[in-house]
C-alpha cells in the first residue's frame, strides 16, 4: 500500500509564506510525477502545480512567481513553497502523486489536504 500525507498548512497574514510538504511512504520505489491541487469551499478544485518525471515542473498562472514546487527523491517527498500570499490562497491543498512501488506498478494516490488560510 501507498500513503500520502500532507503538511505543512496553518493560518498566516497577507505576504507572509508557507512551505507544504507531501511525503509517500509504504510500498514506494520511487514519486514519477506529482501535483499539488487546492480547493476553496464552493469552489472546485484546481491545479495549482505539477512536476513530471523529468522534473519539469508547471504552475497555475494564479501562482506563478510566487509558489515554488521541488522533490526530493530520496525522501520521496515534494514540497511547495508559497510565498507572497494571499486571501484568495485560502484552500485545503492536497497532494496528488503516481507511484513507482516496489514491484515496478504504477498507483495513483492522493494525500488528505492540509488546510492554508490567509487572513489577517
Known amino acids: 500500500q501507498v500513503q500520502i500525507v500532507e503538511s505543512g498548512g496553518g493560518l498566516v497574514e497577507p505576504g507572509r509564506s508557507l512551505t507544504l510538504s507531501c511525503v509517500a511512504s509504504?510500498?514506494?520505489?520511487?514519486?514519477?510525477?506529482a501535483d499539488w491541487f487546492r480547493q476553496a469551499p464552493g469552489k472546485q478544485r484546481e491545479l495549482v502545480a505539477s512536476?513530471?518525471?523529468?522534473?519539469?515542473?508547471t504552475y497555475d498562472d494564479s501562482v506563478r512567481g510566487r509558489f515554488t514546487m521541488s522533490r526530493d527523491s530520496a525522501k520521496n517527498t515534494v514540497y511547495l513553497e508559497m510565498n507572497s500570499l494571499k486571501p484568495e490562497d485560502t484552500a485545503v491543498y492536497l497532494c496528488h502523486a503516481q507511484i513507482m512501488t516496489n514491484q515496478f506498478r504504477s498507483v495513483d494516490s492522493w494525500g488528505q489536504g492540509t488546510q492554508v488560510t490567509v487572513s489577517s
Open positions: 509504504g510500498d514506494v520505489f520511487a514519486i514519477k510525477e
Open positions: 512536476i513530471n518525471v523529468r522534473s519539469i515542473i
